[in-house]
């Protein structure tokens, strides 16, 4: 390893080293796409195997890394896009884009103790109506995707990509957040064996919840109230298996020898502000994170005023002079060159605020935690030399192959 890296750049080396999960988190358009596309990339190169999961429907990591468009399956980054620019893959990097209803699906699939019970569930238009709803929120859906990659023995890393951090403990919360809806004490009450357990399904018509039904039949219709109590004799066999697994997801989102949470932000205020928020929750709820990226930082912050007080010295005033001296008049160069002094002097204004702004968090943060930067490039990420560049800046330069 390289004695020229930063401490922060050894701490990032370390994290596709070495962990199982990367989650990125962040609010809305601070660069979690472009970040969990670069750690995948810095992974691969490192030998892991990985795999980034986005569940961002926007084409742009599929674009970046050179595919035409992402689905529910992995599809494989080849070595040779790699090699295009310089880099050397040597484990392997999939993509893929999470489909939550197909997610769903699959893991109704894996609960089912047999076949005819999970085709009682899928058929069920209750069911349809609530993994819509559950669904709809991506959150728990990610964690159980999360989980099962992380098993199926085919990567050694799997980087998540998340949605906008709207409501940041969402995702945090999904796991428990399905199996306090499974216990809810509406769903024990039609469940009850209110006949002891012998008979199943309409007997609980016959039961003593029975004029409640009466009443919910005359309503909503008899083949309504079938469609509930079918839904609910069916998932009752699968209650076990769902709190299994929300119970194992929230067991491996809180190993910090597996698990790493990323906080992206960027300098300006409000995402600063989120960042310090989800940053509390994980720590309220003990999840592995410390971890910040502070990404689009001003890239000025070194330049000075020269001893006239003007960023374009004697030099840099004469070289333009003999280039533009053909075509343009003395006031045109004055003109011009005062214009650049201006976009120098906001530019280097939003650097030195971006600059209070990471000494800020840094602050906050503490010791124990790391908080990386990544400049504004000149250009969006937008391709694979993108990426590249900005895993220099996260990683540092890397041993040529
Ligand atoms: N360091 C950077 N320099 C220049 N452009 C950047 C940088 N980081 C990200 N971008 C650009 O900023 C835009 C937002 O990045 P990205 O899509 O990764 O953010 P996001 O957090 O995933 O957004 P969303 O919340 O919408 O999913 C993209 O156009 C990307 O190319
Ligand atoms: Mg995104």
Redo the contacts with the bound molecule.
Sequence with gaps: MSDSITPSQREMRALVHDRDLVI?V????????????SIGIQAAMDGRRVVVV?I?P?K??AN?LGLEALGNEEKEIPASKFAEFGAECRGSLHAMMLDTQKTFDELISRVSPDDASRDRVLSNNIYKHISDTLSASHDYMASEKLYDLHHCGKYDLVVL????MKNAIDFLEASGKLTRFLDDTIISWFLKPHDGGKRRGMSLLQAPGAIVYKLLGSVFGNDFLDEIAEFFVATKDLLAGFRERAEAVSQLLRNDRKTRFVV?CTPRSTSMEEARYFHRQLVERRMPGGLFIV???GRYGEIERGPRGRYLGDADRSWLKTRLEASASSQELAAFVEKLESHFDRAVALASDDRRAIEGLRSFAGRNCTVAE?????????DFD?LL??DR?LFGDREQP
């Design positions: 990125c962040g609010s809305g358009g601070v660069g979690k796409t472009t970040t969990a596309a986005t961002d926007a742009r990591l970046s990509d998340t949605p906008p992206v990404n689009q930082v990544v400049p504004q490039l000149p250009d969006e990420v937008y993108g560049a900005i800046h």
